[in-house]
Nanobody, 113 residues
Framework: VQLVESGGGLVQPGGSLRLSCAAS????????MRWYRQAPGKGRELVAH????????NYADSVKGRFAISRDNAKNTVYLQMSSLKPEDTAVYYC???????WGQGTQVTVSS
């Protein structure tokens, strides 16, 4: 099993980024997928969840209205579109297959002027 995140970087407050997580080694379309983040000195926080079909999504209150999770089951990829970014969104972002201990290596997002 592999989960490979990409798309992180340095962005100014108010900016946007789109993260991708490419999955392999399992039947992607059978699993809900999640994005988590971990800021320095803090625990891992659930950011967003999408069910296996992509029809249902849930978000942490801190990102609701600014972030959007989506997936393409044909490409075995889950996305996180992040808009109106704030300095407090700075963290390493990880994807996870729901109900498993499968994690990617993470991608750093830094929001700073």
């Amino acid at each position: 099993v592999q989960l490979v995140e990409s798309g992180g970087g340095l962005v100014q407050p108010g900016g946007s980024l789109r993260l991708s997580c490419a999955a392999s080694g399992f039947t992607f379309s059978n699993y809900g997928m999640r994005w988590y983040r971990q800021a320095p000195g803090k625990g891992r926080e659930l950011v967003a969840h999408i069910n296996s079909s992509g029809r249902d999504t849930n978000y942490a209150d801190s990102v609701k209205g600014r972030f959007a999770i989506s997936r393409d089951n044909a490409k075995n990829t889950v996305y996180l579109q992040m808009s109106s970014l704030k300095p407090e969104d700075t963290a390493v972002y990880y994807c996870n297959a729901y109900g498993t201990r499968w994690w990617g290596q993470g991608t750093q997002v830094t929001v700073s002027s």
